[in-house]
Each structure stands twice: as C-alpha cells, then as structure tokens.
C-alpha cells in the first residue's frame, strides 16, 4: 500500500478517475449516433498535435488540444458538405492526422516522449498535466448536462430534434469538439491509439445490462472506472503499458458479460 503514498502515484489515480468520467459521456453518444470511428480520427490528430509540439519545444498536450479542435471543426464541414456520407470526414481527418504525424515523428529527437503518447504514460503525469486534465474535465462534464437534452434527442433522431427547435449543427459542433478535448487529455494517460477503445468497450459493456438511457451513462462510467483502476494497479506492480492493460481487461470483461446476458437470454 505504500505506493498509494507516492506523489506519482496519487497523480495518477486522481487523472484516472476524471478520464473514467468523461470518456463513456462522450463515448454513450458516439455509439448511439453510430460515429465510432470519430475517435481514432481525432486520436490520430491528437498525435500529430503531440509530434509538432516536440518537434518546436511546445507542450505537447496543449499542442494536441488545438490541432485536434481544429480537426474537429474540419470533421464538421466536411460532414455538411457530404450530409449522406458523413464517414468521409472522418477517414480524411484520420489519414491527415496519420500523415502529419509520420512526417514531424522524424525530427522529435526524444522518441521515447512521443511512445509515451502511443501507449500512455499515466504513472508519468506532471502537475501541469494533472491540472489541465482536472480543467478540461469539468468543462466537458459541465457542457454535457448543460446540453443532455438536446444531445439526447439528437443521438437518436437528428431530423426530430431540429423540427422539435434544437439547433442540431451548433449542437454537432460543440460535441466534436467535446470529443477533441477528451481525446487530447486522454492521450498522455491511456494512448492516442487506444483512447477511442476506452470510449466505446465501457458503453458496450453496460448496454449489455442497461434497461434505460440513463443507466447506460451511469454503468458504463462504473465500469470505465473499474478498467481503469485495474488497470492502473497492474501497472504499477508490473511495469506494464497502461493502455493496452486497461484496454485488455474492458475487453475480458465485454466478453464476460456478454457471455453472462447471453444465458439469461
């Protein structure tokens, strides 16, 4: 137990627990809109992000966060300019991020700080760290019950919602960049390439045993929590990468469950 007394440590933990939070918020709406690859679109925006802020000397986070809003933005007006093939936008945005990536990852002179972004790092967070995720963390949380009606409406039916006055482009919007926020703050802890697993394995999960909308948030928030905690204590005992772990068990656990629902059935 004296590990939980370590400073890196209880950094850990404490950015554990906001990233279980927000990630099935935004992931609930992203499997009921059928979007689920706008995750690996950002995630790989979210690396090209982190590859030019080593490459120029800049937080690599900070740098993350605005090349994956930007992303965002660029989601959205390719998606109106395609309404009925809206899956293009994120195959554009996801080949770009691959691209600039690959390109600025030749000229970062510490290879091992951008794997750490790769896999995760978590038991490596700085305060700076901490603090910004802390911050983004709330607003995304706060912005997300500011517009729980209007994102519950439009993840089921986006023609209804507008007739029924909801301003379903702004709303769009808002939510990608939401999305943006989370994958760049996730990045540093769980991996650019498996953040969007931790986004869509907790919803899968719960959506297994959830009778209501509501108690889908919740349960897969509990069970984002578990895989993470979990996954954060098999790392520390055995050096191993964060986010393939957390990812690893969420799996285990999918399959568990939906083993389990399949008899009661």
Do not use: W
């Amino acid at each position: 137990m004296e590990i939980f007394t370590l400073a890196f440590m209880q950094r850990a933990i404490v950015v554990a627990i906001f990233i279980s939070i927000i990630t099935p918020l935004i992931g609930n709406i992203i499997v009921l809109k059928r979007l689920s690859t706008i995750g690996d679109a950002l995630s790989h925006a979210c690396l090209a992000g982190v590859a030019i802020g080593l490459c120029f000397s800049l937080s690599p986070v900070l740098t993350a966060i605005v090349f994956s809003l930007l992303s965002a933005i660029i989601i959205e007006y390719i998606r109106r300019s395609f309404p009925n093939y809206s899956e293009i936008a994120t195959a554009i945005v996801l080949s770009f991020g691959v691209g600039v990536a690959a390109v600025f990852s030749g000229f970062v002179k510490n290879s091992a700080n951008f794997n750490s972004f790769l896999f995760g790092s978590i038991v490596a967070i700085s305060t700076f760290e901490l603090i910004t995720v802390i911050l983004l963390s709330i607003i995304v949380i706060i912005t997300m019950l500011i517009l729980y009606r209007e994102l519950f409406y439009i993840s089921f039916d986006e023609e209804g919602a507008e007739l029924s006055g909801v301003k379903v482009k702004t709303v769009n919007l808002i939510f990608t960049m939401l999305t943006a926020i989370v994958v760049s703050i996730a990045a540093r802890t769980v991996g650019s390439l498996v953040i969007s697993s931790l986004m869509i394995i907790p919803v899968a999960c719960a959506m297994l045993i959830s009778k209501s909308y509501k108690q889908n948030l919740i349960l897969s928030v509990v069970f984002a929590l578990i895989f993470t905690t979990a996954g954060l204590l098999i790392t520390a005992f055995y050096d191993l990468k964060p986010g393939g772990t957390i990812v690893l068990i969420g799996i285990a656990v999918l399959l568990v469950t939906a083993t389990i629902s399949r008899k009661q059935r």
